[in-house]
């Protein structure tokens, strides 16, 4: 199953049997998602790439400057705020959407990080975060099933096992909390931070435990973006999850109820160290009101590389950027 680095030749990679393989699952993967949402009333909509602001919640990644007719703007790293905002039309969203995060140059080792990346945007007015968690479990399952259904035979071909996916498919996923995924792993001998997200180490040995996907729910204030819900009744707890794949995967998909009070936004930016003011468009729709909401964000490539079996996430996307290379 291994390819040749990723700097190696563009035409080695786009003609090689693998990576036609791969391509046509994830295209049924776009297809089968688009048919799960859209018969569920989802509405697609196509979200700008470039803007005054973006998500400061990347995990240590790095968002892309430029010029915008003398205006400083960046490149996506997350549509999230747009997403929240874009339910003053619709009640329930989604997009195939690119993101570009100057991911930390230690990140190409991990087999799970990508500078240019597309996540499916998937949120829902007036949804809490478990209604989010039920959305974001159906919809992998439902995925998972079409491809086995109508691709066997391309995963034969890169000796992916369909067996692997029996237990997806047959119960549903495990719930545990950030505090219960820091005490595993603690008696696993790793020294994960508390008030941290699971770092990828760690994230790496809860996901080679289990042999289904499982949510880690409840993170900690401070380790994630402003735009977490915090949960009412537990101060200091949001009310997050991540979807975390089976067998060395990791994490497939980030998601949470979202805060829409303005002076509680306001608050938990300056918390963050940032100025207010950065955000101002995004906050100016949040005080003329934008509906309550939960939602996720699935990456693709990282889907199509637990679907497809491969051994890195460079192998499913046609024009890979990894960290620190230089590429076409």
Known sequence: MAQAHPAGSPRAHLSSPVTRSVLTIQHRMLTAA?????????TELLLPIIGPVTDPGARGA????????????????????????SLTTFDAIFCVAPNVRLEPLETS????????????????????????????????????QQVLTHLPGELAGLGRDAGAFADLLSES??????????????????GQNPDAEIDWA????????????????????GSRGFYDKEDPERPGVLRNFDLIAPDGYGELCSGSEREN??????????????NPAKYGWYLQMVREGI?????????????????????????AVAYPKVPGIASP
């Open 34 to 42: 688009r048919e799960f949402l859209c018969r569920r009333g989802f």
């Open 109 to 144: 080792l991990t087999s799970r990080h990508l500078a240019e990346f597309h996540q499916l945007d998937v949120e829902l007015a007036g949804a809490s975060r478990d209604e989010a968690m039920q959305l974001a479990e159906q919809l992998v399952g439902y995925v998972v």
């Open 291 to 315: 509906p309550g909401s939960a939602g996720f964000g699935v990456g693709l490539e990282r889907f199509t590389r637990y679907i497809a079996g491969l051994d890195s996430v460079w192998q």
């Open 261 to 274: 009070d303005y002076p509680t936004l306001v608050a938990r930016i300056r918390e963050t160290g940032e």
């Open 62 to 85: 790095k968002p892309v400057d430029l010029d915008y007719y003398g205006h400083r703007y960046k490149l996506m790293t997350s549509a999230i705020m747009y997403k929240q905002t």
């Open 202 to 221: 760690g994230e790496a040995m809860l996901s080679q435990k289990a042999s289904r996907p499982f949510f880690i729910t409840d993170y900690p204030k």
């Open 173 to 190: 996923f495990e719930r545990r909390t950030h505090s219960d995924a820091v005490a595993d792993l603690c008696g696993m001998g790793h």
